[in-house]
């Protein structure tokens, strides 16, 4: 079975992180919430979500893909921890699958993991770099291994995109069909 780890800190944005735990375990693809600073984090909308584990804990050998939602100040979090930083290092050193949304990829930028080719929230790129920046082609864009979206309103697509990569399209296509997308 294949298994994700999202990291979420306070301000994540809910549409984005829950789009992406929703789609994935339809898939049965293991998902692991890991928070960075309380066990229950609060989103940018003040919804609560407890997570399953602490970031500490989080080993990148147990896991096939990290995937980071965005949202602030979340997005900043996860671009100054020292242990998500190192975990996208790891995950880019092994070969394995990235992802991020909205402002998201900036914590891939700082780890430096961000492949040529990226999306993200329309002038979060301003903080990122304009090199690269792809604002008209797609709502996903996916470099090798690093896959980007631009924001909550591309979340289930995105979440899809992650199911097809780690699983097939075939499952992707029949939860897209399922949940009426």
Do not use: W
């Amino acid at each position: 079975m294949a298994k994700i780890v999202v990291p979420i800190s306070n301000g994540f944005e809910e549409i984005e992180a829950i789009s992406i735990i929703d789609i994935c375990r339809r898939a049965e693809i293991e998902v692991t919430v890991a928070a960075l600073e309380n066990i229950t984090t609060t989103g940018a909308q003040n919804i609560k979500v407890t997570a399953d584990c602490m970031i500490e804990n989080i080993n990148e050998s147990d896991f096939d893909m990290i995937v980071l939602p965005g949202g602030l100040p979340n997005a900043f979090t996860l671009a100054e921890n020292a242990k998500v930083q190192s975990l996208l290092k790891q995950f880019k050193q092994s070969d394995k699958n990235i992802g991020a949304i909205c402002a998201a990829p900036y914590a891939l930028h700082k780890a430096d993991v961000l492949n040529e080719n990226y999306t993200c929230y329309p002038s979060f790129e301003q903080k990122i770099r304009l090199d690269g920046y792809q604002n008209d082609k797609s709502s996903i864009i996916t470099d090798k291994k690093v896959i980007t979206s631009r924001g909550p309103g591309t979340a289930m697509d995105f979440a899809l995109e992650i199911v097809s990569i780690l699983k097939d399209k075939e499952t992707s296509q029949n939860i897209r069909k399922g949940v009426l997308a």
